[in-house]
Each structure stands twice: as structure tokens, then as C-alpha cells.
């Protein structure tokens, strides 16, 4: 039977890969550390519950296609109060940030044209773009600088005649980087020197660690039709289950080419929207606290890491992720090692192994992702775990 | 700034295109006949909201990629009691049918590959097919023939070596037709000679009004790579806005290809799944009083549209819609007058005019679907309405 081009140039998610071999290290009475995904601990505010707890209607009917019209407003009413006015047509609900994002890829590229994008990334953005027989020309980044990648001529080396956008994460994940204004300005130029699409995938904004304040490439006037936004409220609220998340752009014609793809799949889940337009009015308290306590679990990992002989790991400005260049040969057979050999007191630690967060074969290969979504105890226990587990894989 | 060739292909919803002229007429305060949207008014059975207020974990974290364990079981014990054994593997849940023809689409052709499909069907078929760089070829039929479209000798004629898949709804959406077994199984059959994916789209299963039983394309043993069915809980149990439906088949290779979908999307809404899994433990009794409502509405419509001369109309066995040929040379401006210059008692009527449901140019001009998804009293008048609006309407 007859399986697409595009699917076999998928994968399967590298941050599940080794689940299998974690249930077995479970099934041992082995306790795992999990610094593997990015799912936040922080409770969801109960605004999002009381809101869907209290839905009235006896039918549970199909939302609008774009959206929910208190969603749209409450996504809109967030956004004025960072500067950036915006029309009801310039937003599109999705069904997280992830529907947002293959929406716009089947928008936009043609088999074989291409989406720049600094390397290491989210992985399953490759998902979207191979999906709509896209190409991903990788920017060159290193750790010994921290992963910024925010170089001019990088990005125009890899410009050509079929190049359509350029792919940023802002705050970075896996890297943590976050891009500094006048950086902010020069993709910004690039993206309209080149008539190309920016496209800045926000959904961390909030999670920013050096009083940088809520930074959105939609302030940015006089790109209007190139700047198109990513947001959701999975980080945000940590409300990651009820997957709500945003197309946001200004050009309406390409808004116009999505709302076909919003039509198709007739609309996102109702009692989810409903929550989420709730959560936008919460106190806004509630992101200095949990700011403060990712702050208190990245300078924490930062300070176990810097105790482990040989890592390369410059500090993170923003999101939960860090990566780092551990003194082994290959992350993912040092992952099975942790997972299949190695315990401490009957317990081991998972990460992302960095080679699936590049596009170029072969680098990343000693590189992992930490998630810093446990509490401050365990992410010191998760880290020594990971001297130890270094210590004991270079001694086979 | 590029737009793709696939986005630039699918169209804008033909049920939604009249949406501005609706506007304007209410404002003017005429009342209208909505027989255009397939939005149930059944109330959704309680079980579901009663579930979602119970959700207890502070938390609102990420479902598993192929969907909530509990809801996968409550799909295989609905499935094992009309007697289809399924695997856990067999069953990926998704965000309502549509993701799962999306996922299903991109999973399985190529640039240029061909699905064939009978002729008029879901206009959003086409969205999904485009999405993936797809080929429709339409299996003609005809209103005298009440839509009955399983005439092996007609689908033999469409294949050729870039024929995928063959792509049937069953009841079927727009046109209420129901195959007989031995039609389902010459499909299959047909399926199997020519090693094609035959994908059976059985949202309708429950809406049957002669006795036929529930019947799926998966009881058929020796075609188990073939057969992929696509169901939801949207219809079956009025929970349209829940957004939650099922990719199923025992094609492994293929299931594992979605799963890259699946994971790349990271997961469905968790809350609606969990309402979703407590929906399939509801008293049958819902089932039997739900299709005799929707039989009741059937015949009020089909008594009522014999009365306007010149309608030709064969009975639909299923789902809650049908087709019809009116005595008007075409629809959508019929359909622009009834909303812009018609009006009897300060009322007018809405359905979904027939072209776009045709992918074949110039065909379904004179048709139109009708959602028999209000009460008999209203459709009585909704009838009534149309018999007035395509005389005033011939008599321009």
C-alpha cells in the first residue's frame, strides 16, 4: 500500500522514543527524573475549570470556524495591552499552536521551497513544513555561544529564489535564547528586504527571566505582511490539555488562504475556547510568580550543571529549556545507558537528546534538552543524576 | 508574498459563502430556515458535561498523542459490540473526523496522487485532498437514481496507476444514501484487486431509517491493509463542538505513518476526550429515540418537497441530509433571491446549493442539500417556503 513522500520523511517524536524503555526501568522499581518534556507542573488557574464547569448550553455545537468571538476579543484585548491593535480578522484560533503552524505551512510552501530556521529547533516543526513538502535550510548556531543566531549574514547566505520564510522561536526552545530588540529589527529587515514571511512562534513570551519584558515581532508596523505570530495558552496558562492556540498576522490575504484550512476542520473545541477566553482575564500576578519560581529552577539547573566537569552550557534567558554539550560521545546511546544500565540509589534521569533538535546529520550528537519543569529539590537530584550517570558512562 | 498551489485550490465553505446575505436579511428582520448547516439541535446526552465538571487534576496537561487510553477502550468495546475485535494500534483518536482525513490524506498521497470519490459528497473532502497535493476523480450519479453510486464498472473506469484510495461516506453526507452488504463488499472487493486504500467515512453510522442495522467497513476480514474508517463522536452523539474523532483501521504501516501526524500535533484535547469516553457508556435508548426523531423529520421533509411540482427527490435511507433537483436553473442565485428579494410572512429559507458538493464543472447547478435538522413543525414551514421562493423565483 501506497505511503506518502512526505510521511516517510516524518519521524516518529524523538521525545518519545525512549518511552519503551522507560516503562521497563518503571516495571524495575527504577524512579525516572523526568527533564524530558515540556510539561509544565504549575497548576492551571482555576478560571479555565469554573468557566467550562459552568457551560450552560444543552448542545455542545460547533464553534465559529476562525474562533470563538470572546476568544478572538480576549486574545485581541491581550495584545492591545502590549502595544500591538488588532483587527478581528487578524486572528485565527487553532487547535494549538500546532494546528496554527500546519496551517500556515500548507498555506505558503510548495513542494520544494524552503523555511530558514536556526538550528537546534522544536522538532516537530519539521513535522509541519515535510508535511506540506516543505525544505528546512538550517542556521548554524553553537553552544559555546550560547545558541544565538541572530547574524544577518547567516540568514541572507541561505536566501535564494525558493526560500518563503524565515522560522523563529522567540523565546527559543530548546535553547532558551531570547532575541534582543535591535536583533528583533534586523530578521524583521531581512524578512522584508527578501519578501519573505517571518514567521515567530511566541508561545513562551511570558517565561522571560531577565526583566525583558513581553516582546512580539507583531509591533513591528511596517511589516505587517510579512509578520505572522504563533501563539498559544499551553505555556502561558499551563493549560497545554485544552489545546487553544493562535494564527496572528496582519496580511489578510494569507489569513484569508488559512481560513480555507479553518473551514475544512470546521472549528476548534468549543468548551476549551470558552475556558481559554477566561484564563486572559486572570490576574496578572499569577505570570510574575510563576516567572519567579522558573527562574528559581533555571538558575538552579544552572548552578548542578556548572558542577559537572566538562559541560558547555551558557544561561538561558527565557522558556523552561536549556541545552547543553555533555563530555560523551552520543546522547542517545548515554540515554539508553541511564535508562538500561546505569541507577542511583534506584533512580536515573531522561532529557531530549539533541541530535533530533537539528536538521544537519550528525551534529547535536552530544548535545541534550533540558525541560526545567520539576520543582527545585528534584532538579538538583535530576542533575546529579546526571554527573553521576557522565561519570559512570565514560568509566564503561 | 507565495501563496501555495494547494491553498490557492481548496475553496472557502459553500455552506458558509451566503453567511453576509443571512446577516443583511435578519437585520432587515426576516426570520430564516436554516437547512443549510449540519448542526444538530439534539440536546448532548449529560453524561458528557457531567464528566468534564468532575475533571479533578489541577493540571490541564498534554493527552497521548494517539489519545486517552480510556476513550481508545471505549471505542474498541462500541466497535467489539458490532462485532469488529479491534487492537489498541488499531485506533488513533483525533481532533473530530476532520483531522483524521487530514492526517489520513497526508499520510497517503503524493503530488498528483487520485482519490476517487461518488459524486455529489462533503464539499471539505476537497480540503483535505488539495492539503496533501491530491486528484479527485468524481464516480458519476444521478438524482433519478436517488445518488446510488456502488456500480463496480463505474469505479473500474476511474483507476489508473496514480489511484490511492477510494473515498466513500456511509450513510452518506449530502445525499442520505446507504450501500447494501453486497455493495460493501464489492467496494472492498474492488479495493482489494487494485490494492487500494478504501476509506469508509462512518460518522453517519447511527442515522439509518429502514431497519438496516449499524453496519462498518471493518467487519471485512480479508481486507484489513485496505479499509480505513473515519467516525466521530460529533453526530452520534450530538457533540459537534467536542472536536473528537477516530482514524481506524488494522493497516499497521499505516497507522504508524499517522502517528507521526498524531505526535507532531502532540495531542487532542484532554478534557473532551474524557467527556467523549463517558459518552459511549450512555444508555442505547438514546440511539433508537434520536433515529426516530430523525425519521419523523426525514418524512415531514420528503412529504412535504412532493408537493412542489417539478422537485425531483428520491427518499435518503440515512444520515439527515438529502439532495434534491429543483425546477430552477441554478441554485445560488436562487438562493441569493430568497435572501435578498423573497420573503412570505417576513421568512425565508437557507440550504446548501448543490455545485459545490460536485467536483465535476457545471454539475448540481439545479440541486440543493437540505439538513432536515429542526423540528417537523419548522420544517414543514421551511418547505412550504421553498415551494413559494422557486415560484416567485420563476416568475421574475
Known sequence: MHISQKAQRCGLSPMRKFHPMAVEAKARGTKIYHLNIGQPDIPTPPAFFDVVKNFASPVLAYAESPGVPTLIDAVRGYYARLGVPLEQDDVLISTGGSEALMMLMLSILDPGDEVIIPEPFYPNYSTFIYAAGGVIRPVPTRPEEGYRYAD????EALINERTRALLITNPGNPTGVILRPEEMAMLKDVARAHNLYLIS???????????????TMLSFGDAADNVVVVDSISKRFSACGARVGALISRNRELMQQCMKFCQGRLAVATMDQVGAAALYGIDPGYFDETREEYKRRRDTVMRCLKQIPGVICEE????????AALPIDDADAFQAFLLQEFSDRGETVMFA????????????????RIAYVLNCADLERAIELLGKGIEAYNRR
Not at 544577518?152 to 540568514?155: D, H, L, P, Q
Not at 538561558?316 to 541545552?323: E, R, S
Not at 537528546?353 to 541534550?368: D, L, M, Q, W
Request: glycine letters at 16%.
Open 201 to 215: 512562534d511566541e508561545v513562551y513570551r511570558e517565561f522571560t527571566y531577565g526583566g525583558e519584558g513581553l516582546r
Open 152 to 155: 544577518r549574514a547567516k540568514f
Open 316 to 323: 538561558p534567558h527565557g522558556a523552561f529549556y536549556l541545552m
Open 353 to 368: 537528546p539533541g541530535a533530533s533538535f537539528y536538521a544537519t546529520p550528525g551534529k547535536g550528537r552530544n548535545e541534550i
